[in-house]
Each structure stands twice: as structure tokens, then as C-alpha cells.
């Protein structure tokens, strides 16, 4: 026999869904409150390397921290809710919670930063072309393989070309 | 183009075991159930052999990575998938998220070097902190075995480009190597470091009418 279905389980099952629509339709941005616009801060000519510190260093983290972000907004918040989160931030001395990496590797890839940036001298945005123009935090996408195999096998032009090899276990290992 | 092999001296070795242990702890080999010792995986093996006819009996034991077969490597001929073949210098890597798990390489390799993962690979309370993040644990239904520790390899290379520089000699060292305490191990290309060893008097490999070339080679004991 059936167990009875309560009244109230229903009502939260509904509250439920209709609360994660709801959520997905204003998603309120990173938990930090702070929507980093990349677009405007390449307008301002700032360089990659400039925020994302350890992307030549395998070790370090490679979203920014506290300080790198206040190493240059040391001014009065003013009307901007990100500079406003930011400051709030600086007060509490929390560092800032970002949401995730524009582009994840699957687990069984090992793929190395300092490898393709410091050895191949390859651009930024080879890879996170999406940025340049993005006003706001970059979802994250999964890459796939035909992505790398892009420059691995078809263009032996591209800079980093004489030490890129065509070789499973250069990823695979 | 450079062409990595072993050299492991028989009159050196004690068979410590020690390679086998760090091999195990760089590669995330994992300890293995002890109830069920034929299903356990070490990428160095100590081989035991007998020498001689009784009553003059001595034993020989020869540390046994994968032999990295130079010429049509037998797991490479039979994998239907390419999760195992011979790469340009002459490595034969196990491509894990290749591999179907069929086991033919099992049975090809003459040398018994491959491995299958029978089990979903445990790490008990410390071990687990001490994983190697250079490589994969492998999942239960793939083969593995020794790739003559390339991550290391992909390491030199990068700190030299890094540095402006091409990779020293002896720069690529395998862990096995760096672990024997008598330095029976040595690692390098065979026309770099290892140079010359195959035209050593002592120097032989193992089952050698199988013509595989194997590009690990032995130095057989003196007072033989």
C-alpha cells in the first residue's frame, strides 16, 4: 500500500521549485557580491597576468586576492555595488569568494598553465577568448578535446608549436 | 630525439625492494587487498630466477619495470583501442581513459609488466594525503604499468624552457632510480647517458629471442 502523501510535503516540494526558478531567473552573481567585469578592465589596459598572479606558477591560486584587487581600488566606493562589496570586504578583511573557473579540465586531463603561458608564449585568449567582452563573471564551460588538438595537431605555426606534442600522454598520464 | 632506458646492474643490486616501494608511492599504486596477492599491482617487480644446478644454486633477483620493448612492443600489436603504443621516443605509455579493459596486453606481454585494476583502488587513513597530484589514480577496469615516470620528464622539460635551456643529462631521473641505495638503477637516453651499455660484455635482456628489444638492460653479475 501506498504511504499517504502529506499536504504539507507537497506544498514544500512545490515552494521548492517554483524558489529554484525563481533563484536561476536573478541569479544575484558571485557570493561575494562582486561582478567582475573583465570587459572594463581591459578597456583600462590592464593586463591578465596583472590579477591573475599565479597562472606562471603551478602552486598558487589564480583568481585574485584581497589585495591584488585593493592594490588598486584604494578610493571611496562611490554608487558602484561591486566597489561597495569590495570595500565591504576590505573592512571584514575576508578575502573574495569567486565563483569558478571559466574553464574546467576534466579530472583525468593534466594540463599545466605555466606550460602553455611562460613556455609556449601563448595568449590569454586562445582559450578564454569569452572574456574579452564579458560584463559579467564567465559561467564555467568544460573544454573539449578537439580544443587542444586544435593547436596539438593542426597548426604548426602557432608559437608554442616546436615543443607542442601530439601525444596522448603529454595530457593523459 | 632522445630514447629513454634502464640500465640495472645485478652485481649492485640487493633487491632491497626499496625501487618497488617508490615506485608505488610516486605512481598512486595502491597497497592492495593481502587476501588476494594475485591481484596485486607493483609497477617494479623483483623478479626471482634460479642460476645454476643444485648443489650449486644461487638466485638471482632482477627488478622488472615495464621493458619499453623497442621493437613492435606485443601490447601495443594486440590493443584494439591504441591505449598503449610506442611514442616518438620510443616510451610506451598506458593511456587510461583509452583503455577498455580487455586484458589482451595482459597476455601479450611476455615480460608479465601490465596490470589490471580488478578492484576500485583504496588508500587507507594516511595514504591517501600522500597521492602523487602529477598522476591519475586509476580506476577499477584499466590496465596501467610503468611509463618510466614521465611526468617527471614533462617537469625537466618545462624548468628548462622556463630557464632558457635545453634538459641536462641526468636531469630525468625515475623514481626508482633515485631510490636504490646502491645505485644499481641508472636512467637516461640510450645514445645520452646510457650510451655504449648495450655493447657492455655484461649486458643482456631478458627473453631475448623474442627480438623485442627491450629498452630495459641488464648487467649480469661478475662471478657468474
Known amino acids: 500500500m501506498r504511504a499517504p502523501v502529506s499536504g504539507p510535503a507537497v506544498l514544500g516540494a512545490l515552494a521548492a521549485g517554483l524558489f529554484g526558478a525563481v533563484a536561476v531567473a536573478t541569479w544575484a552573481g558571485p557570493p561575494s557580491g562582486i561582478r567582475f567585469n573583465h570587459a572594463a578592465h581591459l578597456r583600462a589596459k590592464i593586463d591578465c597576468t596583472s590579477c591573475h598572479l599565479g597562472v606562471m606558477d603551478p602552486a598558487e591560486a589564480r583568481l585574485p586576492l584581497l589585495e591584488t584587487c585593493t592594490g588598486c581600488h584604494k578610493d571611496a566606493p562611490g554608487a558602484n555595488p561591486g566597489k561597495q562589496a569590495l570595500a565591504r570586504l576590505a573592512a571584514e578583511g575576508a578575502e573574495p569568494r569567486w565563483p569558478v573557473p571559466s574553464v574546467r579540465q576534466p579530472d583525468h586531463v593534466f594540463f599545466s598553465h605555466p606550460r602553455h603561458v611562460d613556455v609556449a608564449k601563448l595568449e590569454c585568449t586562445v582559450c578564454h577568448g569569452e572574456v574579452v567582452n564579458a560584463t559579467e563573471p564567465p559561467r564555467t564551460r568544460r573544454m573539449s578535446m578537439y580544443a587542444c588538438e586544435g593547436c596539438h595537431a593542426r597548426h604548426p605555426e602557432s608559437a608554442g608549436a616546436t615543443r607542442a606534442r601530439f601525444d596522448c600522454l603529454e595530457c593523459h598520464r | ?224
Open chain 2, 1 to 224: 630525439m632522445s630514447r629513454w632506458g634502464m640500465a640495472v646492474d645485478l652485481d649492485r643490486c640487493t633487491a632491497c625492494g626499496a625501487c618497488t616501494v617508490a615506485c608505488a608511492q610516486e605512481n598512486n599504486v595502491a597497497l592492495g587487498n593481502p587476501d588476494r596477492p594475485d591481484q596485486l599491482i607493483r609497477w617494479m617487480e623483483i623478479l626471482p630466477a634460479e642460476r645454476g644446478k643444485y648443489p650449486e644454486v644461487s638466485a638471482r633477483l632482477a627488478p622488472s619495470p615495464c621493458q619499453h620493448c623497442d621493437r613492435e612492443p606485443p601490447c601495443a600489436r594486440v590493443c584494439p583501442v591504441y591505449a598503449t603504443y610506442r611514442n616518438v621516443e620510443g616510451l610506451i605509455p598506458q593511456i587510461y581513459e583509452q583503455c577498455i579493459g580487455c586484458r589482451y596486453c595482459v597476455n601479450a606481454c611476455p615480460y608479465t609488466c601490465k596490470h589490471f585494476n580488478w578492484s576500485r583502488p583504496e588508500f587507507p587513513a594516511p595514504f591517501e594525503r600522500g597521492l602523487n597530484p602529477d598522476v591519475s589514480v586509476r580506476n577499477a577496469g584499466v590496465m596501467e604499468k610503468c611509463n618510466f615516470c614521465y611526468h617527471r620528464l614533462q617537469v625537466v622539460r618545462d624548468t628548462a624552457a622556463q630557464e632558457g635551456r635545453e634538459p641536462k643529462l641526468g636531469e630525468y631521473r625515475t623514481a626508482c632510480q633515485e631510490s636504490c641505495p646502491t645505485k644499481a638503477i641508472r636512467f637516461g637516453d640510450l645514445d645520452g647517458e646510457l650510451e655504449g651499455v648495450r655493447e657492455n660484455e655484461r649486458a643482456f635482456t631478458l627473453l631475448e629471442d623474442l627480438g623485442l628489444m627491450p629498452k630495459v638492460i641488464y648487467l649480469k653479475e661478475k662471478t657468474s
